[in-house]
Each structure stands twice: as structure tokens, then as C-alpha cells.
Nanobody, 125 residues
Framework: QVQLVESGGGLVQPGDSLRLSCAAS????????MAWFRQAPGKDRDFVAA????????DYADAVKGRFTISRANAKNTVYLQMNTLQPEDTAVYYC??????????????????WGQGTQVTVSS
């Protein structure tokens, strides 16, 4: 079992930055791949970014590439999502997800076993 708790969401203006954190517990953090997804009202839960267990392999959705950065600190059992140049279309509930480590990174929700409760990010002027 893995428990995930997100934090760091909030209300920001277009062009601002936010850093989300996801603290994991219950399983050796270095054995799991991590990802961020987001879900806007009335829409599906979409892939944002993923990172492998060691942090040397990352993947990003086209919509956030160049603006968002995923990273992890295994010593702190935490994964981060640094979000820069936020736009209104980034408004969503952001979810942290985890799965047993694998060679490839996955972009579909069905590949992830554990989920956090989500944190709201609202970008509005």
C-alpha cells in the first residue's frame, strides 16, 4: 500500500508559478514510479507528467512541456511538480499517482495503482 498526500495548490494569476508536492508513505519510495494528472470540471483526468523511480527518466504532456518540471526527492519520499507560466487552461484538480516501478513511463490512469486526494489549482485574473 502507498498513501499519497498532495499539497501546494491555490489561486494564482496568469503567468505565476506554483510548486505542488506529493508526500508518499507505506512503501519504499525508490521502488515506485510517480506521475501527476489533472482533471478540469466536466473533463477526463489527463496525464501531466511522470518520473521513474530513480528520477532520471521523465515524460511530459505536450500542453505543459517547457513550463512544468517533475522531480523527486527519494530521501524525503516526495515528488514535486514545478509549474511556471501558468495559464487559465491549467486550472484543474491535480492528482499525484504511483505504480510499481517499470522500465517505461505510463500516461494512462489505468496503469497507476495509488492516488492522492487531489489539490485544486486555479489560474485566474
Amino acid at each position: 500500500q502507498v498513501q499519497l498526500v498532495e499539497s501546494g495548490g491555490g489561486l494564482v494569476q496568469p503567468g505565476d508559478s506554483l510548486r505542488l508536492s506529493c508526500a508518499a508513505s507505506g512503501r519504499t519510495f525508490s521502488t515506485i514510479n510517480m506521475a501527476w494528472f489533472r482533471q478540469a470540471p466536466g473533463k477526463d483526468r489527463d496525464f501531466v507528467a511522470a518520473i521513474n523511480w530513480s528520477g532520471d527518466l521523465k515524460d511530459y504532456a505536450d500542453a505543459v512541456k517547457g513550463r512544468f518540471t517533475i522531480s523527486r526527492a527519494n530521501a524525503k519520499n516526495t515528488v514535486y511538480l514545478q509549474m511556471n507560466t501558468l495559464q487559465p487552461e491549467d486550472t484543474a484538480v491535480y492528482y499525484c499517482a504511483a505504480r510499481p516501478r517499470s522500465i517505461i513511463l505510463h500516461r494512462t490512469t489505468s496503469e497507476y495503482v495509488y492516488w492522492g486526494q487531489g489539490t485544486q489549482v486555479t489560474v485566474s485574473s
